[in-house]
């Protein structure tokens, strides 16, 4: 008995599965290139990250200056490198960043900072819809406490006071 190859052997209900399988496979290769695709458009657009690290450090400026010992200044203006991007509220011991113009209640990061039920930080909110304006927090703690202050700073920008 000769071996032959399974390609001879194959009828022509086998021919018309095996392009089936091939055509289907093709299809399924494209589907999943073309989600890839969107999935990245997707990624690329999307600010959670950056929005995630500026509640974080913000929020750890604020903690460290409740830890720090004695008078403190400390100028941030890491908010204006964003230029109108985004909007920003620091309240009830939280720092909550959005895509400018939204209510804070959606699609915001969030981050806790400790607070210090002596002095609370008051409600601080951070708008960027002067997107030519440079935002700036000046985080001061003295006798009275921790006081976290907001001020736009245009052309004529002037350093924060000591």
């Known amino acids: 008995m000769k071996k032959r190859k ?3 052997n194959i009828g022509k209900k086998g021919a018309s599965t095996v392009t089936i399988v091939r055509a289907f496979g093709i299809a399924m290769a494209a589907f999943i290139i073309v989600v890839l695709i969107q ?4 990624i690329k657009n999307d600010t959670f990250l950056e929005k995630n690290y500026l509640a974080r450090d913000i929020s750890l400026l604020i903690t460290t200056a409740y830890a720090s010992p004695g008078d403190l200044t400390y100028c941030y203006y890491g908010v204006g490198n964003y230029k109108g ?3 920003y509220l620091i309240e009830n011991s939280k720092v909550t960043v959005v895509d400018s113009g939204l209510p804070f209640i959606e699609g915001g990061a969030i981050y806790y900072y ?3 039920k002596a002095s609370p930080v008051q409600r601080v909110e951070i708008s960027g819809k002067d997107s030519e304006n440079l935002a700036v927090l000046q985080i001061v703690k003295n006798n009275n ?3 976290v202050l907001h001020k736009k700073v245009g ?3 002037k350093p924060c006071e000591p």
């Open 114 to 116: 400790a607070d210090s």
């Open 85 to 87: 991007k985004f909007d």
């Open 155 to 157: 052309e004529d920008a």
């Open 39 to 42: 999935y990245w458009r997707d």
């Open 145 to 147: 406490g921790v006081k």
């Open 6 to 8: 399974l390609r001879k």
